[in-house]
């Protein structure tokens, strides 16, 4: 039970129609949408996210290992949390149907998807809807050829609410299909890869490779928190010591690499093969983004100010977002730390998430092995994605394993190029070392 005092001192929307988009897998839910429309046919748009600052205090031994550990991580068949359970998937979790806490930018905006305002504030939510991503985009499709839903995910939620909700999905989903252009139209990569899944059994052995691919609902939840990552950025952060999130210029020899190899190439690889080529090249290219007082703006998204302020569950740098727009914004109080010591937890954060990504890659590796090691002599089509002195490097078209052809096994190396296409064998697979051979079939 929330503390009456607590919902008193924070702005009560509970009778605004909320509702959460995640996978749907997902236990913990530490953001959700709000729609209305105002009297004068504006919009109200509210992002909320998780109060986990209420709950975690800084000093305090849950907040200490947090830190330590920076962030979540994601490995193939198990979370390691960032917080205990009990504050991930109960107390702070946006479940349906509870009063949660949470820190909140609502947002006055056209149909255009323009802002006219915004206000940063703690809130009490009640979410009146839990949809995963497949559910949501199931209602932007019907609403897009005029069908009815072909199945009805929504149990619990009564008639009037299922209303509102296809309501405001479709109308979320055309502005941030707005906001989505406006930011490709000022520079913004669009570089977007299909994430790999495994399905395991009962012995956590993988039989079957997936891949999940970004559709609008994705895009319409991104697009809100960015919009909200970046207006806190602003506001928060200016003239103040912050923590942002930032995004150096690229490699510019690397990218001149991918022009030149665009012209010599063009003509023998060409459609997918050669975006899937210049795609990777152009991600080599990319500087790594990190947290950082010092903004130098992000690349990449092509923001002049940017943080992270929407995952605090999962990510320690949110939720020294968090406080600091309580003490900057919300109550006008003094930050303690030092801009140092505030620089020295952001790098300590930025090597925490760099390890966790390594992690997280180490991992699917290991069960691409295991995949592997089931199909040992079979031949498969491929291409080639990275030429080293040692052999080339082939990812399989259909399972998107990666494996190497060793250099000693290649007659006549001159004759390929990145992107060609491939006839490869799975010549011998070592899951402890995570290590796939191929060779030309």
């Keep these: ?81 960032m917080l205990p359970e009990e504050l991930c998937n109960d107390l702070c979790s946006l479940r349906p149907g509870e009063d949660k806490l949470c820190m909140s930018v609502v947002f006055t905006m056209d149909s255009e998807a323009r802002v006219i305002k915004h206000k940063i504030c703690r809130t009490v939510i009640r979410s009146d809807a839990r949809l995963n991503y497949d ?57 977007e890869q299909d994430e790999m899944r495994f399905r395991l059994d009962e012995h956590h052995h993988p039989v079957e490779i997936y891949f999940e691919q970004p559709n609008e609902a994705h895009h ?87 943080t992270h302020f929407t995952s605090p569950i999962r990510r320690y740098p949110d939720l020294m977002v968090h406080r600091l727009v309580e003490k900057y914004i919300l109550t006008g109080r003094k930050e303690s730390l030092s801009r140092e010591e505030m620089e020295m937890m952001c790098e300590h954060c930025s090597a925490c998430e760099q390890e966790a990504a390594q992690a997280e890659r180490d991992s699917i590796k290991q069960f691409q092995a295991m995949w592997m090691a089931d199909h040992l002599g079979e031949i498969l089509p491929g291409h080639i994605i990275s030429i080293m002195d040692f052999g080339f490097f082939v990812q399989l078209d259909e399972s998107h394993c990666e494996g190497l052809i060793r250099m000693e096994l290649i007659e006549h190396p001159e004759d390929f190029v990145l992107g060609d296409p491939v006839m490869v064998q799975v010549i011998r697979v070592d899951v402890n070392r995570s290590q796939i051979d191929f060779e030309f079939a």
Excluded: W
């Excluded at 236990?27 to 909320?48: M, P, R, T, W």
């Excluded at 305090?60 to 330590?68: H, L, P, S, V, W």
């Excluded at 149990?155 to 055309?174: P, Y």
């Design 220 to 306: 319409l939840i991104e697009e809100f928190m960015l919009l909200a990552n970046r207006t806190v950025a602003k506001e928060a952060g200016s003239g103040r010591p912050f923590v942002y999130r930032v995004h150096d210029l690229p490699d510019y020899d690397k990218l001149e690499e991918i022009k030149k190899f665009k012209k010599m190439n063009g003509r023998k690889i060409k459609g997918e093969a050669m975006q899937r080529v210049v795609d990777m090249l152009t991600i080599r290219a990319q500087a790594k983004a990190v947290y950082s007082t010092y903004n130098i703006g992000h690349y990449g998204l092509a923001f002049t100010h940017y």
């Design 135 to 191: 559910e949501a985009q199931d209602i932007i499709r019907a609403n897009q050829t005029n069908d009815t839903l072909a199945r009805d995910y929504r149990e619990g939620v009564n008639e009037e609410a299922k209303g509102s909700l296809r309501e405001a999905i479709c109308t979320l989903n055309g502005m941030a299909l707005k906001l989505r252009a406006e930011r490709i139209a000022n520079g913004a990569l669009t570089i």
């Design 1 to 81: 039970m929330i503390d009456e005092k607590e919902i008193i001192r924070r702005r009560d929307m509970r009778d605004v129609f909320t509702f959460t988009i995640d996978p749907a897998d997902a236990k913990d839910f530490d953001d959700a949408l709000s729609f209305a429309v105002n009297e004068d046919g504006s919009y109200q748009v509210g992002i909320h996210i998780a109060d986990v600052s209420h709950y975690v205090k800084p000093g305090t031994k849950i907040d200490d290992e947090a830190y330590q550990r920076g962030t979540s991580v994601y490995l193939v068949d198990r979370v390691i949390p």
